[in-house]
Structure formats: structure tokens, C-alpha cells
């Protein structure tokens, strides 16, 4: 059985940081691509980032160079290192494996 399980999410004033984490079960990351997305209240689902077997990443335009996705494949975890959080980034973040997708982590960022 598929489960992804994140963790992370807190409450962060502006400008502050957050580690989100997802640890999958039933897959070997090592071997797939997999992604990070968001959904802000009464927004649409947003891809955030991705990270591709081969290690190669992308970002959204709104987040690169404040956000990095990494994975350790020892865990089978994969990793958003948030950085420079805005307002606008207060979302529920889930992390993503084709149709698979976990319960979420929520961020919110306010003063």
C-alpha cells in the first residue's frame, strides 16, 4: 500500500522558515519523480515544485530561489526547505506521486 505522510507545517511569521517532510511508504523514491503542491483557501491546486529521478529540480516561478526540494533516499523521505516565507505562501502542502497524494501539512504565514 502507497502512503505519504507530511509533517511540518506550523505557523511562521513573514520572512521566517519551515522544513516540510514526507515519508513515503510503498515506493522507492529513488526511482520516480515526485512533487510538492499547495492549495490556498478558495484557491486552485498550485505545483509548487518537483524533483526528478534524476535529481533535477524545478520550481514555480513564485517560489524559486526561497524554496528547495530534496529527498534522502536512505529515508524514503522527501524534503521542502521553505525559506523567506511571504503571506502569500500560507497554503495546505502536500507532496505527490502520480495519483497519490498525502493528507497535508499546513503553512500559514502571518504576523
Known amino acids: 500500500e502507497v502512503q505519504l505522510v507530511e509533517s511540518g507545517g506550523n505557523l511562521v511569521q513573514p520572512g521566517g522558515s519551515l522544513r516540510l517532510s514526507c515519508a513515503v511508504s510503498?515506493?522507492?523514491?529513488?526511482?520516480?519523480?515526485m512533487k510538492w503542491v499547495r492549495q490556498a483557501p478558495g484557491k486552485e491546486l498550485e505545483w509548487v515544485s518537483s524533483?526528478?529521478?534524476?535529481?533535477?529540480?524545478g520550481y514555480a516561478n513564485s517560489v524559486r530561489g526561497r524554496f528547495t526540494i530534496s529527498k534522502d533516499t536512505a529515508k524514503n523521505t522527501l524534503y521542502l526547505q521553505l525559506n523567506s516565507l511571504k503571506t502569500e505562501d500560507t497554503a495546505m502542502y502536500y507532496c505527490?506521486?502520480?495519483?497519490?497524494r498525502g493528507q497535508g501539512t499546513q503553512v500559514t504565514v502571518s504576523s
Open positions: 505527490t506521486y502520480d495519483t497519490y
Open positions: 510503498g515506493l522507492t523514491i529513488r526511482f520516480i519523480d
Open positions: 524533483i526528478y529521478r534524476s535529481g533535477n529540480t
